[in-house]
């Protein structure tokens, strides 16, 4: 069973930064895409940002492409992402998700397993 725990999430004020961190337990973690989406109110959950296994591939949402940026340690089975810039329309839970296929997500990011979310609320 692969767990995720995010954390990070807070209150901060518009062009501010916050960092977000997501722990997946499991042993295979270097074998796992892994993506962070938001869901604000009323809307749909939408990916923000994925990095495969290896690190070698990146995506971001056109939104934040530029202000965002998504890292994983493999030694600690963590995936990051620092968020600069905030604005208030960046308000949403933000989920951590993995891709439970092995060395897979370049193309398409299926995610199996995610985290409880943590909120991220900037006023402005």
């Known amino acids: 069973q692969v767990q995720l725990v995010e954390s990070g999430g807070g209150l901060v004020q518009a062009g501010g930064s916050l960092r977000l961190s997501c722990v997946v337990s499991g042993r295979t973690f270097s074998a796992y895409t892994v993506g962070w989406f938001r869901q604000a109110p009323e809307k749909e959950r939408e990916l923000v940002a994925r990095?495969?296994?290896?690190?070698?591939?990146?995506y971001y949402a056109g939104s934040v492409k530029g202000r965002f940026t998504i890292s994983r340690d493999n030694i600690k089975n963590t995936v990051y992402l620092q968020m600069n810039s905030l604005k208030p329309e960046d308000t949403a839970v933000y989920y951590c998700?993995?891709?439970?296929?092995?060395?897979?997500?370049?193309?398409?990011?299926?995610?199996?397993?995610w985290g409880q979310g943590t909120q991220v609320s900037v006023s402005s």
């Open positions: 998700a993995v891709d439970p296929r092995y060395y897979r997500g370049t193309i398409t990011f299926e995610p199996g397993y």
């Open positions: 990095i495969t296994w290896n690190g070698a591939y990146t």
